[in-house]
């Protein structure tokens, strides 16, 4: 009963089959991956940009994007409690959406690892795949909107605050790099990258689960241009 309730919350949701008017088909391109694991962290943030403190993570969500069929085939949302500067300004909240009352109902970011690191062991049980290029299994690995989320934001904190987090956050591939040379053009942010295939937007902008959720839709859009999609980053690229 105790898995059941952490399944529901944590992510093994309601398949979403992402439609757009543009793409009815799947992918024809043979891709090196079958899933991809889409992350966009909200984090911290300030009006003032100079001298400002280090951002902390305060909403850590990821989609689980089948890439033959187009369906999103779980979530994780979880908020999370920032502890260096646990008062979220009124600049952060406004552009996020993100509440006090939130992130103070959230969990440390060592625990959101755990919960996130066991979801993710349940999908690989259930969709039989794997990180590993030398395992048997189905591949998948990380993809994020640029390399800030896992290059920089997830990283230095971890280093900060000793956190140890799973291998497969150290390596990704950075859908907008992968946009931009794919339709040889620089988008003017996810939305902007959305606009310029004739898609719109869905939901608000910068909730991570949202943001998440509307990269996933992009990156089917590109899989049925017949983009291949690879990795592109790692820590020994990003530090």
């Known amino acids: 009963m105790a898995t059941k309730r952490l399944a529901k919350k944590h992510g093994l949701v309601q398949k979403r089959r992402i439609e757009h008017p543009l793409c009815p088909g799947t992918g024809q391109a043979k891709q090196e991956f079958d899933y ?15 001298h400002t403190p280090k951002p902390e993570i305060i909403e850590f969500p990821a989609v689980l994007l089948d890439l033959q ?33 939130q992130v103070e109902a959230g969990v440390p970011l060592g625990t959101c690892l755990v919960l996130f690191s066991r979801w993710i062991r349940e999908l690989c049980k ?41 291998d497969f956050f150290n390596i990704w591939l950075d859908v907008r790099l992968s946009y931009k040379n ?3 053009r620089s988008p003017k942010g996810l939305a902007g990258a959305l606009q310029d295939l004739g898609m719109v937007f869905k939901g608000r902008e910068h909730s991570g689960i949202v943001d998440a959720r509307n990269t996933a839709i992009l990156i089917s859009r590109m899989v049925c241009d ?5 990795v592109t980053s790692s820590l020994t690229t990003c530090t």
């Open 226 to 230: 017949g983009c291949i999609l690879t």
């Open 182 to 184: 794919f339709y040889r």
């Open 69 to 101: 069929t187009g369906e999103i085939l779980a979530e994780f949302q979880q908020y999370v409690m920032p502890v260096e500067k646990p008062i979220l300004s009124s600049f952060c909240t406004a552009l996020t959406g993100i509440t006090q009352r």
């Open 126 to 166: 259930q969709y039989h795949m794997t990180f590993s290029t030398t395992l048997p299994g189905k591949r998948v690995t990380t993809a994020t909107w640029s390399d800030w989320d896992l290059g920089i934001c997830l990283h230095q904190e971890c280093l900060r605050k000793q956190l140890k987090k799973p």
């Open 36 to 50: 991809l694991l889409v992350l966009d962290f909200e984090s911290t943030c300030w009006e003032i940009k100079c």
